[in-house]
């Protein structure tokens, strides 16, 4: 028997094997979780309903998270499957490419800031308000994915640094407010992986490469290794822990120079 036998988990930005949410869904599953899965459009729902039908799941819906109205139909339709929601693994961001290159004074817009700060932060505190009705009385976890960049100025992470700081914030601020019911709030700041989501951002391969021979561990983390500090952190085991940051990115955080 898993550690999160009998959980139930929402599991938001899986894309593919590759992504960091599917790293996070394929090690809740395999501790015993149920998980529904979430996509952003129609180009994406056939490729998400595969990754469910290996997590055993059958429950995937719609999740544009520009909308509020979107993030409330979620958590409707998830009320019609399940009674009760333990956790929430919110892998979700976005930044216009155009912003992820070049001198950040040089390349931010208005709008670019916008979207960064709407899609990457506020959706998250917007589901954690949402959620609440199915997440009562279950001391349950709300779980999001940041990086280095919300801390340090990291080349051509831009307006997304910006973005990831306010979703630390954001983790702050929801650990204290939803703490007295019960809910903990985190987040994993992981090292560099080569997902979808990563291949947008400017020479993104020759950061991976410095964080690999630099790294303690002269290695980069893997999706799985994210996976299981989320399976954890999700889990009655983490009970005593809210309102942190967990770095999982084989030590690159504590160098000072390479």
């Not at 349950?140 to 914030?169: C, D, H, Q, W």
Request: proline share 3%.
């Amino acid at each position: 028997m898993g550690f999160l036998q009998d959980k139930r988990i929402l599991v938001t930005g899986v894309a593919s094997h590759r992504s960091i949410a599917w790293g996070c869904a394929a090690a809740m599953r395999r501790e015993g979780a149920e998980i529904a899965l979430t996509y952003q459009n129609d180009k994406l729902k056939g490729r998400v309903e595969e990754l469910a039908d290996q997590l055993d799941s059958d429950i995937v819906l719609p999740l544009d998270v520009s909308t509020d109205w979107q993030i409330a139909h979620l958590f409707g339709t998830l009320a019609e499957h399940w009674d009760g929601l333990d956790a929430i693994v919110h892998s979700i961001a976005y930044a216009p490419k155009q912003e992820l290159a070049g001198d950040y004074g040089e390349v931010l817009t208005r709008d670019g800031f916008t979207a960064a700060h709407e899609i990457s932060s506020y959706s998250f505190g917007a589901m954690a308000k949402a959620s609440k009705p199915l997440m009562a009385g279950r001391n349950g976890a709300l779980l999001t994915m940041t990086f280095i960049g919300s801390v340090r100025a990291v080349p051509n992470y831009n307006v997304m640094g910006l973005a990831k700081a306010s979703l630390e914030a954001n983790v702050r601020y929801l650990a204290a407010s939803l703490g007295p019911e019960g809910t903990r709030v985190n987040a994993i700041s992981s090292g560099p992986i080569h997902t979808l989501a990563a291949s947008g951002i400017s020479h993104f391969r020759s950061m991976l490469k410095q964080v690999e021979r630099h790294t303690p561990m002269r290695r980069a983390v893997t999706a799985e290794e994210v996976g299981n500090a989320a399976a954890f952190l999700c889990s009655d085991l983490a009970s005593g822990i809210t309102g942190d940051v967990l770095y999982v990115d084989t030590g690159f955080h504590i160098l000072g120079m390479g």
